[in-house]
């Protein structure tokens, strides 16, 4: 872009800015107390405001109300957080500020409000095209550091019926810092009607349309880029060094935090529901008694399970739907798409494992019978059986390691359990069977109750069979 071409665009912004925002001399001493107010960091009410002007409340709304450029944002309570580009929301625009973090907007705030509050502050924001992250020192007369050097602001031109009510979405969300000549001219390719100027020319801009705009509150001074004095950073607050704005922006946002944890609750969740199977696998596999802990699990997983399905539904809220409540539209919010990235796959994987833990009661049976040998139970000529009641089992994963710790009993030949019927059938080796004894404490050390339903010879277990027939006859 030519200089002839950058000259132009920033004196047409300059002038079609400077139009719109005229303001009289009580809206703006009203604009530049709300300002002062808000940049201490905290919610500004309007009585507060009123006060330390001197005015009533219904004149402070009145006075903003008819502040063109001056978009206000409320909170629950009815108190400003968000004023004409500066806001204590979250957004892609960090402004630190005499050791507090606040937020900006867009781009072009970030070079004005510093000549408002007559303060220096650091500014970090992401370019929505390259992701590269871009760092600046501004001040109120002059833009003390920038980096990368030649980074560009994306602007547009509204008609001014266009910024009144409709600030944020009309013109805010078209103003970002881009990186790069390239990431400048990939943006152009992309928006139609949009412009770039250099961060030199862009804050030139905005120094032009403060003066106008608060032509009879603020004097007039003069700017430049790089060179000359300002007052002191102030960083006693926080003990900030130079690069402290980097680490503080490295942070995730609190939606960010919120998924992500939502994403670790959901798997915790799941694992102590499916507790029931894997706990009393983990501590036999240990050597360990697992008495009552199935039966213990079993009872809560319905509380974990529905709490588990509910921290995924937030997760995915936070990440996909949730609407920022820092911008207006939702091109306001383009920074950092590595990390929304690694939180939606962060996501996905925690959805993967919930699933798979939650299910893991369903298929379990079918792990511990590939990891263990063909143990059913036979009825021969010559070996006994005995049928033992089994009490506490919650589903067939619960069958399946009764059976195994069945199998493992000296003197037994193999076991097959059935959870529907709540039985096990035992076949017992003929030179040395295992004592009901031995059999009901197997059961029982994995913490369900057994009891013996019948010791049956095969002889035995034929005639048995034909009385009950003969019975059925008469």
């Known amino acids: 872009m030519s200089q002839a071409d950058l000259h132009r665009d920033s004196s047409v912004l300059r002038d079609g800015l400077s139009k719109a925002v005229e303001l009289d001399a009580d809206v703006q001493r009203v604009c530049v107390e709300l300002y002062q107010q808000l940049a201490g960091g905290d919610p500004v009410s309007l009585e507060n405001l009123a006060s ?13 109300g008819t502040s ?13 957080v968000g004023f004409g580009g500066l806001a204590l929301n979250p957004t892609p625009y960090r402004f630190e500020l005499g050791g507090r ?8 705030d970030t070079l004005f409000i510093p000549r408002i509050l007559k303060k220096r502050a650091r500014v970090l924001a992401t370019c929505p095209v390259s992701g590269r992250r871009i760092r600046l020192t501004v001040g109120p007369d002059r833009v003390e550091e920038c980096k990368p050097h030649d980074a560009f602001v994306s602007l547009v031109m509204p008609e001014a019926s266009q910024l009144k009510g409709q600030l944020r979405s009309s013109f805010c969300c078209h103003v970002h810092f881009l990186a790069s000549q390239e990431a400048a001219d990939n943006w152009l390719s992309q928006n139609h009607g949009a412009f770039i100027l ?18 009879d509150t603020l004097p007039v001074q003069t700017i430049g880029v790089g060179a000359g004095a300002t007052e002191p950073l102030e960083t006693e607050a926080s003990g900030c060094g130079p690069s402290c704005a980097s680490d503080i922006s490295e942070e995730p946002s609190p939606g960010q935090r919120a998924g992500l944890w939502a994403a670790g609750g959901s798997v915790g969740s799941a694992l102590l529901a499916s507790a029931c199977c894997w706990v009393p696998l983990a501590l036999l ?18 509380l974990f399970l529905g709490l588990a399905a509910v921290l995924l539904g937030t997760g995915f809220y936070l990440n996909y739907f949730r609407k920022r409540t820092s911008a207006e539209c939702s091109s306001c919010a383009a920074p950092r798409p590595k990390l929304r990235r690694f939180n939606r796959a962060t996501l996905w994987v925690s959805t993967v494992v919930v699933l798979a833990v939650a299910l893991f009661p369903h298929y379990v049976a079918s792990l511990i019978a590939r990891g263990s040998p063909a143990v059913a139970a036979q009825t021969t000529a010559t070996a006994p059986t005995t049928t033992l009641r089994i009490g506490g089992m919650t589903c067939d994963g619960c069958a399946a390691f009764v059976q195994l710790a069945l199998t493992k009993v000296p003197g037994v030949q193999g076991a097959s359990v059935s959870y529907p019927q709540g039985r096990a059938l035992i076949t017992l080796d003929p030179d040395s069977p295992a004592s009901n004894e031995f059999l009901i404490s197997a059961v029982e050390k994995l913490g369900y109750q057994a009891s013996v339903a019948g010791l049956l010879s095969p002889l035995d277990e034929t005639t048995s069979s034909t009385e009950d027939s003969d019975d059925e006859v008469h």
């Open 285 to 302: 596999a240990f050597g360990a008694s697992a008495a009552g802990i199935s039966a213990a699990f079993e009872k809560t997983r319905p």
């Open 198 to 215: 250099p961060v030199k020319e862009a804050f030139e801009v905005a120094q032009s349309m403060t003066d106008q705009r608060f032509k």
């Open 101 to 108: 973090t606040l937020y900006t907007w867009c781009a072009l």
């Open 52 to 64: 330390a002007l001197g005015l009533s409340v219904s004149e402070v709304k009145q006075a903003l």
């Open 68 to 80: 063109t450029l001056a978009a206000v944002e409320y909170d629950e309570r009815g108190r400003v």
